[in-house]
């Protein structure tokens, strides 16, 4: 008969659980239904409070080992998790920038076509002799 799990080892086994789901959330690792890494930071940001809740709901009845685990383990995924809002924001204005630049390039396009064609019109050509 296999021995019965101690309540620790399930304790520990959910707070597993819920880290794994937090890096997922991250990108920090791929997800395992679809494989691929993708950052969902509003639901990494709720897996970590959850996780904050269930330290301060929790205080008092842990094992030294297991709020250790705990502290660890939040403090762990809250910096984690401003690394990745902090690269979310450099890409989104990495982005926007680009965007800008091609933006200011169709325009500077524009107009030299624009000009281009002004100065092949015959009105344009009799400016440009003038």
Known sequence: ??????????????????????????????????????????????TIDLLAALNEKTAGNLSEDEEKFL???????RLNYVDEVNKAQKEKSE????EDKAEAAKKEDAKDADTEAETKSPAGKKKAEK
Do not use: H, N, W
Request: proline share 4%; aromatic share 6%.
């Open 1 to 46: 008969m296999a021995d019965k799990i101690s309540s620790e080892q399930l304790f520990m086994g959910l707070v597993y659980s819920l880290v794994q789901s937090a890096f997922i959330s991250l990108g920090k690792l791929p997800d395992p239904m679809s494989g691929k890494i993708e950052r969902e930071l509003e639901q990494a940001s709720q």
């Open 71 to 77: 502290s660890r383990t939040i403090s762990d995924l």
């Open 95 to 98: 982005k926007e920038t680009k």
